[in-house]
């Protein structure tokens, strides 16, 4: 099936469980996955019939700095429960990277998928 993507898309926010971190932003990274079919859109050189990435960035980034989170879990199950609600996708994978968290490794984070049910 197909996927439309975000690679990499950078949020600035309010994240952490610890005290200081309510007190500074720090950025998140996210990928995100959505399963369509592509093939109308293609064929008919249509916007408005695929998942248009600029305005899936928009919402996410909104949802996401609209108030503090602590659990970058919490981001990803929002996330995805967004895209499920908005867009015209039948599956999401959702990647939430939250680098300097842990000082010894490159990054961490958390990797979900969802259905539609
Ligand atoms: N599985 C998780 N572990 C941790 C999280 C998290 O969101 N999910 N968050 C923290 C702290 O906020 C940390 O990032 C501060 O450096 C710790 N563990």
């Given at each position: 099936m197909d996927i439309v993507f975000i690679k990499q898309l950078q949020v600035d926010t309010v994240i952490g469980v610890y005290e200081w971190e309510k007190a500074i932003t720090q950025s998140l990274f996210l990928d995100?996955?959505?399963?369509?079919?592509?093939?109308?859109a293609a064929a008919s050189d249509d916007i408005k019939l695929t998942l248009d990435y600029a305005v899936i960035a928009e919402k996410v980034t909104q949802l996401i700095t609209a108030a503090p989170i602590e659990l970058i879990e919490t981001v990803a199950e929002r996330v995805a429960?967004?895209?499920?609600s908005e867009f015209a996708t039948t599956k999401v994978?959702?990647?939430v990277s939250k680098p300097g968290a842990v000082?010894?490794?490159?990054?961490v984070g958390v990797h979900i998928v969802r259905s539609r049910s």
């Open positions: 995100l996955a959505l399963t369509a079919d592509q093939r109308s429960q967004l895209l499920l994978e959702v990647t000082k010894q490794a490159q990054t």
